[in-house]
Every structure is written in C-alpha cells, then in structure tokens.
C-alpha cells in the first residue's frame, strides 16, 4: 500500500459518504429507498449504540464495527464515515483557501481537561439521567439537525423556483411545495452549534472534534493502542515542520517526531505534505521504510458548503390558510399528552432513546412531524413531535419507523401501524360548526380513515360527529381538518403509552348492485 | 391578473397585449358547443367504465361536440385518497384514460388532470391509478399541492362564497370534463358532480366552515362551467363515504352517467345511491339558483344497458 494514495482514497470516499448523508437528509421527494438509508446509518457510531443497547441484536452492533475498526486503524471513522467531520473538513478546506497566506494549524496541546471532562459527563449524564446530553453532542444527530434546518429549505427554494419555472411551459417534473416553518425558539440551538462549529473548523480544523465531541474523545482513547497509526522515518526527516502545518488535528509535533493519535483523525494530509516522504502510515513498531511517489497538489475542490446558508423557514406539508369561521370556538382543547410517532410504543421510550437527529421528520412525507420545544419538557428538546394543525398522520404510511437509526422508533408493519393507537380522538361539541352555525361541515369525519369519527342525525337534515375511541387510531387527520379557530372542535391527545386499536366493524351492505335505472 | 397568463403572453407579445387578452377574451373561449347535444343525459349500465363511456359519448354525439381541434381540456376525476382502485373512492382511473383518448381523437391539443387530494397527493396520484393511466394515455398530470398553483376568482351573486382560489389549470383550460366517482358522503349524504368542484379550490375549509351546502351551490355560479360530467358509478360507495374503509362499503354498481346537467346528475346519482334528492341540500339550492334541472322528467334522457 502507497501511503500517498491514501489521501485521495479518504478525500473520494469520503466526498461520496457526505452526498449521500446529505441527499438523505435533503430528499423531500422520498426518492431513496429506506434500505439504503439504513445500510448508511448503521456504521453511526452514537445512534448505532442507542439501538445496540435497546434492542441488543447483532444487526444494531455497527458501533461495535467501528470500535474495531478504530483498534485496528485509528479514528479512521471521523474522516472518513463521520458527516459531521468531513463536512468540517469541507469546511477547513475552504477556510485554508481564504486565509492562505497566515493559516498554519502546527502542533497545539491538547484540550486534555476540557475533552475528557466533556466525555465523562456525557457518558455519565446518559447513564444516570438519559440521553439528552448525547442529543445535543452527537455529530451525526447534529449534522442532521443542519440538514434538516439549514439545507432542506434551501432545496426547496430552489425546487420551487424551478418548478415556478417549468410548470409555466408545462412541465411538472417538479413541483411547488409551500414553505412554512418550525418556530424560532426551535432554530437557536442549531444555529448555536452551526456556528461554533463553522467557526472552529473554518480557523482550527479539528478543534471541535478533538475538544467537545464525545464520539471523537472516545475513539481518541481506543486509538492510542491502535495497529495502524502515522509514523515518522525518523532518518530521512529534515524537520522541516509541513506535515505539522499541514494536520489539521495540530496533532504533530515535528521536533520530537510524535504524532498524538488520540487526536489523528487519520485524513493522512501529512503524508502528502512530506517532501522527504519521511512519513507513512504503517502497523505501529514496524520500520518505516515505504518509498512514496511524489505528490501532485491538491485537487480536491470541494462542492458547495451548504451547511452555511439557511434560510429560517420550509416546510411541505398539506398545510391550509386557516379558514375563516363566523365566529371563533370558545373551547380549549384539553391536552393533556403529546403525540409522539407510532412505532414509539411509548413516550418514555421515545424520551429515551431519541438523539433528535431529524431524520424522520425529513422523511415524514406528510411533514407532520416537528421539532418539540416544551411538549415533552426541557429534556426532550428537538425530539419529534406530531403537530396536527401543520399536517397529519398519512394512513398509509410507516416511513418514519422505518428510517430511525436509533430504535426510539421500531418499524412496524403496515397493517400492525393502522392499528397503533398513538393518541385518541376528543370532541368538543361547542365548538362545532354544526352546532355553532347550524350548517353541515363533515370535515372531520370525512378525513378518517377508520371511522372512529362518523356522523349521526342532529337537527333537521344536519348530521353531527360523534366518536369512538376504540377504533380511533390518533392519526390527526380530522383535527387537521376541522375548520374552526382559535379552538379546534377536534383533536387527538396523545397516549403516553401507545395502544393497540380495535379494527373497525365490517358489515356487508344493505343496497345490491341494481339491474334496472331507479330514475 | 392570472399569473401563468401573464407570463406567456407578455414573453410574446408585450405586456400590453397580454394584459388585454387575459382580462377578457374567456367568454369566447368557453363558448359551449354543448347546447346541441343529442340528449341533456345519456345512462349507461352493465359494461366497462371505458366501453360504457365509449357508447355514452357515441350517444351524445361524440367527443367532438365537446371538444374543438386545438382546444385545452381539464379532465378532473376525484382523486382524493390514498386507496386503490377497487374501494372506489376516486374515480376509476380506466374511465379518466378512455375520456383522455377521445379527447385526444376529437383533436385537444392538451388534455391535464388534476385534483387537489385529501391525503398525501404523491401517494394518492400513484395508489389511484390515475396518474399513470392518465399519462399513459397522454395526459399531462398536473400537482395541486401547493396554494402557489390556485389563483383568486370571483363568483358573482354567490350567497356565502364570493370569492375563491381555484387551480391556474382550470383558468388555463378551453373546456373543463368533470368527472366524479358516485359516493356515499358523510355530510352531505353524496358525493358526484357539484362536490366534485371541491377538488379544484384550495379553500374548501372556508366551505366547511361557512355553510358547506350553500358554498356547494355558489361555485357552481362560477363561470368555468363543465362543458360535460361523467359520473363514474361502476364501483360504488356505499357507506363509510367519502373514504371508505373497507371493500365491504363498494357495491359494483357497472352504470355510468353522462351529462351536460350537473344537477341532473347529481339528481340521478342520489338516485342510483338511493337517496332522495331533496335531502341533499345543494341539489334543491342549486336548482333554484337556476344552475340546473332537478326535475329529471322533464329531460330527454337516453337508458342503454350493455
């Protein structure tokens, strides 16, 4: 193995590992099939272990693949599998081309205090209390906050404005998606990190990876007893200090030829950067003896950083202008739980095992689910939340069990999910129009799928809704529906532990099929 | 100003010129050839959706008493949820690719379908059927997702609604097919011609909300009149309408009714279903806004059993 091909491997593949991340958290059209969603999440270091130690299977053990892999090969995973790290990388890079003239990282000490005191109470923060601290520090859940806040939205401006553009000759390859956003208070945290984190890769490289994330503390332990790691030829090294300008890591301390491995992300730009080809990447103890081609220059333009643009609000849901009833309902609506996705089981389980990643509410075709800010409480920041006045549950459809990395959401086969209770149908009657306005409305019962809501005779020729818990599967769709303001007359609260439903009654029908016209 | 109008007729001609032709000039368009069709309604029962339509349009004289060489058509089935074919809650999508077809054979130059769905829009267009047999027969699959593609109307002498957004395709169409699936419905007990028109607004909470029978009947003043409807009673909804939750909510009915009287159909729809129609509000409204003829007796109507 040439150690200068190394370089260009990690920079391709990982170019490639990014794409896709990023196609995965931008595809609003729900082009790419969940099992390739799921073959790329399974190696995610944070997500992977949630899962491992919640359903404990073999098949959730990808965090274990890369465990060995770090003790085989050095933090490999954060330059080459981790979005977060090579997004930074992308982002250092256009850093280095901006500040070309005064950017030297060379070797810095280590944040020894800082890291390892971030690692352990995170660590014992999730043992002892649960997983919120690991939802706001894990970079994949990060990177897919970014993708889902920050980059979706700017998709879809784009999108709409090429399907502004086609529809007027006919075109409909793409369409219009109206853009509407979660609320503000839900974009201060990411914003918080998307800056930090621009910041410190764009001056310092590897800072944030090599001072606050866990993942990147954690792989730096393992990585000091690792067999392949970066090693100086210490015969032909001119201490010329390249390499050390070179590693974005600042990890290389030229003079005493050491290379702190707990901070090598293994991105092998050193090896490239060594006119005497003094350094390789070989089994630690070995000799280093490899002669190495000589280098061309860089050549890796990086595609565009879109992490850095962001525009505040998007959305895609099938969301309505609010109607605009005589006049206003007068009841509140008594929730008393939130609604959490089906395949949850539970809130607490949800609670418990979400890293808020985001995934599932950028697969959510229907956009029903939204960032929660108190719905859950203060510890449940940012894990996904169903909001019926946005959209609702589409019937059909298991997508957001499907994509979870995690197992806060377990799959679930489509005829167990249309009878997954994960809230129940209230009705308000002073609220409905029928009965405030003494005209027809229907909307809600219309809208439900297993008729959990139907209509019986009320004055006249008017029909009202009544409801029937048992067969009532929460999926919001005749809240959504209803018309009335600022109250709805309808509404799903939330089971804190999901329920199985009954299955609607089936009864053949009295009318036949007719063999003469009745008009 | 329409917005798709505008934008065609000022990258040819100024936008002088098409701001003149897109305030005025409809009315020409939408002249009606209908008014010499053989019969006001022509029943058919016992076959295909697809080879009953094509013995109830033969009857009324062809596609070609519709639809002129060069012409636009709107083809609007209901698409509104995300079931498949068989529980008849859109319309049969065998029938949208007949009447696409012989649109197509009368000479249109481009015929679109759309509906503004109920459930998740990608998912319904694909579980119906309809997209792929409207595209399969050449039809342009519209998206009436998004409130971006609904302009503002105006429904003169309209009781509760005087103002609506309906779908730019329908402004942009020469002549508009409506064609209904017959359903129960929970509300307003039936689902056929007139609450079809539901599909091509975006504002339909507003109906819920503001008398849904009046509204119905309102919009159907609207001056964007379907030059023909066919309502699609092959499968049938029963009860549980207008979504259905079972295949033991359809009664295969076979029948199919062609009109250029949409409250005539509906009057006869009500009937197929066995509902009386003057218990169907927006009938007896629409009738006395003079928007047609309940009174099916007076009607030349022509029965064909297949």
Redesign the interface.
């Known amino acids: 193995m040439t150690s200068s091909f190394l370089r260009k491997f990690r920079i391709v593949f990982s170019a490639i590992v990014l794409v896709c991340f990023m196609l995965v958290f931008i595809d609003f059209r729900s082009l790419i099939p969940v099992k390739y969603i799921n073959y790329l999440f399974y190696p995610q270091f944070i997500p992977s272990a949630v899962k491992y130690f919640n359903l404990k299977t073999v098949a959730a053990a990808g965090f274990l693949v890369v465990v060995l892999l770090t003790l085989l090969s050095g933090r490999t995973y954060c330059s080459f599998l981790c979005p977060l790290g090579i997004g930074q990388d992308v982002n250092s890079r256009i850093g280095g081309k901006i500040r070309k003239k005064f950017r030297r990282f060379g070797f810095k000490k280590p944040h020894t205090i800082v890291r390892y005191t971030l690692l352990s109470i995170t660590i014992g923060a999730t043992i002892i209390w649960g997983i919120y601290l690991l939802t706001l520090l894990d970079p994949f859940s990060i990177f897919g906050r970014f993708g889902t806040f920050f980059v979706k939205p700017v998709i879809l401006v784009v999108n709409n404005f090429l399907a502004n553009i086609f529809g007027k000759f006919d075109i409909y390859t793409f369409n219009h998606i109206d853009i509407k956003g979660f609320s503000l208070v839900i974009y201060s945290l990411p914003v918080a990190f998307l800056l930090l984190i621009s910041i410190m890769s764009l001056i310092k490289g590897r800072l944030y990876c090599n001072m606050i994330c866990p993942v990147g503390t954690l792989l730096g332990l393992l990585s000091k007893i690792s067999l392949f790691r970066i090693k100086f030829n210490e015969s032909e090294c001119t201490r010329c200090g390249r390499c050390s300008l070179a590693c974005k890591s600042t990890c290389i301390d030229f003079l005493n030829h050491n290379v702190d491995v707990s901070r090598c992300v293994d991105c092998f730009n050193c090896i490239t950067s060594c006119p005497e080809k003094a350094l390789s990447y070989g089994l630690v103890g070995s000799k280093s003896t490899e002669q190495k081609t000589d280098e061309s220059k860089r050549r890796f333009i990086a595609g565009s950083m879109l992490m850095l643009l962001g525009v505040s609000q998007y959305s895609k849901g099938q969301d309505k202008r609010a109607p605009v009833p005589k006049r206003e309902s007068t009841v509140k609506e008594a929730i008393t739980s939130p609604v959490c996705p089906p395949g949850a089981g539970s809130i607490e389980h949800f609670n418990k095992h979400c890293t808020a990643c985001s995934m599932c509410i950028t697969a959510c075709p229907n956009n029903v689910l939204i960032p929660s800010v108190r719905q859950y409480g203060i510890t449940g920041l940012l894990q996904p939340v169903m909001d019926y006045h946005r959209s609702f549950c589409t019937f059909n459809c298991t997508v957001c069990t499907e994509v979870c990395p995690t197992s806060a959401l377990n799959p679930l086969l489509l005829e167990a999910k249309k009878l997954t209770q994960i809230g129940k149908v209230n009705f308000i009657k002073d609220n409905c129009i029928v009965k405030t306005e003494k005209t027809a409305c229907g909307a809600c019962s219309e809208a439900c799928p297993t008729k959990a809501v139907y209509m019986i005779p009320y004055e006249g020729n008017l029909v009202i809704p009544e409801t029937n818990q048992d067969i009532c599967i929460g999926c919001g769709h005749c809240e959504f529906a209803c018309p009335t303001i600022p109250y709805k007359a309808i509404y799903v609260d939330g089971n804190p532990v999901h329920l199985a439903a009954k299955k609607p009654e089936i009864k053949e029908s009295e009318i036949t099929t007719p063999v003469e016209f009745p008009f | 100003m329409r917005r798709?109008e505008f934008?065609?007729t000022s990258v040819g001609a100024g936008f002088a010129a098409g701001a003149a032709l897109s305030m005025g000039g409809y009315e020409k368009l939408w002249a009606s050839p209908a008014a010499s069709a053989k019969y006001d309604m022509v029943?058919v029962?016992g076959g295909n959706p697809d080879s009953m339509f094509d013995i109830g349009i033969q009857e009324l004289g062809g596609m070609g008493m519709f639809v002129q060489k060069g012409q636009k058509v709107l083809v609007k089935p209901n698409i509104g949820w995300?079931v498949i074919p068989e529980l008849g809650a859109n319309t049969n999508p065998a029938l949208v690719k007949r009447i696409i077809e012989h649109c197509f054979k009368a000479g249109a130059k481009?015929v679109y379908v759309f509906d503004h769905t109920?459930?998740?829009?990608?998912?319904t267009y694909k579980?119906s059927g309809i997209e792929k047999a409207a595209k399969s027969a050449g039809a342009?699959?519209?998206?009436g997702?998004?409130?971006?593609?609904y302009q503002a109307i105006e429904i003169p002498g309209g009781i509760k609604l005087k103002t609506a957004k309906v779908h730019e395709i329908l402004l942009e169409a020469d002549v508009f097919i409506n064609v209904p699936v017959l359903k129960d419905?929970?509300?307003?007990r039936m689902t056929a011609c007139l609450k079809n028109n539901m599909g091509l607004v975006?504002?339909r909470?507003?109906w819920?909300?503001?008398?849904?029978?009046?509204c119905i009947a309102d919009y159907a003043l609207y001056e964007k009149k379907p030059a023909l409807n066919v309502v699609d009673c092959y499968n049938v909804m029963?009860?549980?309408g207008?979504?259905g939750?079972?295949k033991?909510?359809?009664?295969?009915?076979?029948?199919q009714i062609l009109t250029t009287d949409w409250v005539a159909g509906d009057?006869?729809a009500a009937?197929?279903?066995?509902v009386d129609p003057q218990?169907i509000?927006y009938i007896p409204i629409a009738h006395k806004m003079g928007l047609g003829n309940m009174n099916?007796e007076s009607l030349n109507?022509k029965?064909i059993k297949m």
């Open positions: 798709r934008f065609k029943a029962m995300d481009e109920c459930d998740n829009w990608v998912n579980n342009k699959v519209v998206p997702n998004s409130e971006n593609y419905h929970n509300s307003t975006w504002d909470g507003y819920h909300s503001n008398n849904l029978h009046q029963v009860k549980h207008p979504q939750v079972s033991e909510d359809v009664v295969q009915m076979k029948s009057v006869a009937k197929m279903l066995g218990k509000d099916l109507i029965r």
